[in-house]
């Protein structure tokens, strides 16, 4: 789908002499990063911590996405407890962003009935028998009670992502997480979805109508082999195939164990780092729907063009590729580098001037 979207804009840009298009990474770079993590399994609240020092230690915002779990089932022991609550505090402590990875973690949680919007904690008890039977459990309970735990335990912001156990994927998830307070989500893999750009979910993924939710696939997971450790230069060349056109890189660990998936994630952070921008799922979320408020128009003639550009949400770091010849005339908060301006902040309508060389053309 993205060589579509590239092809589209190659026939803008070839048809229109004044083509200016909005940039998808913040802040000019070429490839926006998120690491995430999916908190699923006993000795992973302690780990998870391990890494979270790591990313403040660099300046990076993790996502964690966290198991509420408290019912021992097939799955596992109950790790959602005192112990399991102070790594949280700590996470939240370290400034990362805490969200839901459901309360049962459940294979079928894709055949979940909908639920009342009612589930509440203690009573909404789901269990989970094997790998394909859970009784007791909704799609709304599994989103309203582990956001209110969360929420509530971790002591930060009220949370805005989810991802699912399994990233099994009902068709209702979309409008479910709408109801239940819910911006973004990760619950799909970019090769399923054949794009690493995020997209606009669909009310029970028809053609529709769009809902308030932005879905950011899976790009590099952890679960497949080879070991992650050993997956470095591949991960790396993927990379840089996807900054070719400022696509967005989606890493998923689970923090069962250090080790060589610390390490990977280590050595992935200082192999980009010059030329990515880095993220949690909450950070370029914000940044994305800004994005899709954006309105940009371009009027002028002969050797002066002005572009405006409306943003109802305020939103920094915003890129706009103008054409070849265009010189940004100065002003403050904007910076020129070959096509690209970079925008320190554009909050309601902001008004950019150009000088054109080259062709004289007609209005
Ligand atoms: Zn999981």
């Given at each position: 789908l993205d060589v579509w979207l590239r092809l589209l804009k190659g026939m803008y840009q070839a048809g229109e002499p004044n083509a200016v298009t909005i940039g998808t990474v913040p802040f000019g770079k070429s490839l926006s990063v998120m690491f995430t993590h999916d908190v699923d399994f006993t000795q992973s609240m302690a780990n998870a911590v391990g890494y979270a020092e790591f990313e403040r230690s660099k300046g990076l915002t993790g996502t964690y996405f966290i198991q509420a779990k408290y019912i021992r089932d097939y799955n596992d022991d109950i790790f959602f407890d005192e112990q399991g609550v102070r790594y949280l505090?700590?996470?939240?402590?370290?400034?990362?962003?805490?969200?839901?990875?459901?309360?049962?973690?459940?294979?079928?949680?894709?055949?979940?009935?909908?639920?009342?919007?009612?589930?509440?904690?203690?009573?909404?008890?789901?269990?989970?028998?094997?790998?394909?039977?859970?009784?007791?459990?909704?799609?709304?309970?599994?989103?309203?009670?582990?956001?209110?735990?969360?929420?509530?335990?971790?002591?930060?912001?009220?949370?805005?992502?989810?991802r699912p156990g399994e990233l099994s994927n009902p068709f209702g998830l979309p409008q479910a997480l709408v109801a239940t307070g819910f911006r973004?989500?990760?619950?799909?893999?970019?090769?399923?979805?054949?794009?690493?750009?995020?997209?606009?979910?669909?009310?029970?993924?028809?053609?529709?109508?769009?809902?308030?939710?932005?879905?950011?696939?899976?790009?590099?997971?952890?679960?497949?082999?080879?070991?992650?450790?050993?997956?470095?230069?591949?991960?790396?060349?993927?990379?840089?195939?996807?900054?070719?056109?400022?696509?967005?890189?989606?890493?998923?660990?689970?923090?069962?164990?250090?080790?060589?998936?610390?390490?990977?994630?280590?050595?992935?952070?200082?192999?980009v780092k010059d030329w990515a921008w880095f993220g949690s799922l909450r950070e370029f979320g914000d940044w994305w729907s800004a994005r899709n408020l954006l309105h940009v128009d371009?009027?002028?003639?002969?050797?002066?063009m002005m572009v405006s550009i409306n943003a109802p949400r305020r939103i920094s770091g915003v890129t706009i590729e103008v054409p070849i010849g265009w010189t940004l005339l100065p002003q403050r908060g904007a910076r020129q580098d070959g096509h690209a301006i970079t925008l320190d902040v554009v909050e309601q309508t902001r008004v950019l001037h150009f000088a054109v060389a080259g062709v004289q053309r007609d209005f």
């Open positions: 505090a700590r996470l939240a402590e370290l400034g990362m962003e805490l969200a839901s990875h459901t309360v049962a973690h459940s294979a079928s949680f894709n055949s979940f009935p909908m639920g009342t919007g009612e589930e509440q904690y203690p009573g909404y008890r789901p269990f989970v028998k094997t790998r394909s039977k859970a009784y007791g459990a909704t799609i709304l309970g599994e989103l309203r009670v582990s956001k209110f735990l969360i929420d509530r335990l971790g002591g930060g912001r009220a949370m805005v992502s989810f973004y989500s990760s619950a799909a893999t970019a090769n399923n979805s054949l794009t690493h750009l995020p997209y606009q979910l669909t009310y029970d993924r028809l053609s529709e109508s769009e809902v308030d939710i932005f879905e950011f696939p899976v790009t590099i997971e952890d679960e497949e082999l080879p070991p992650m450790g050993e997956r470095i230069p591949q991960a790396l060349v993927l990379a840089k195939q996807i900054a070719r056109y400022g696509g967005t890189v989606v890493v998923l660990i689970h923090p069962n164990i250090l080790g060589h998936k610390l390490e990977f994630e280590k050595q992935f952070y200082e192999a371009v009027a002028g003639k002969a050797d002066r």
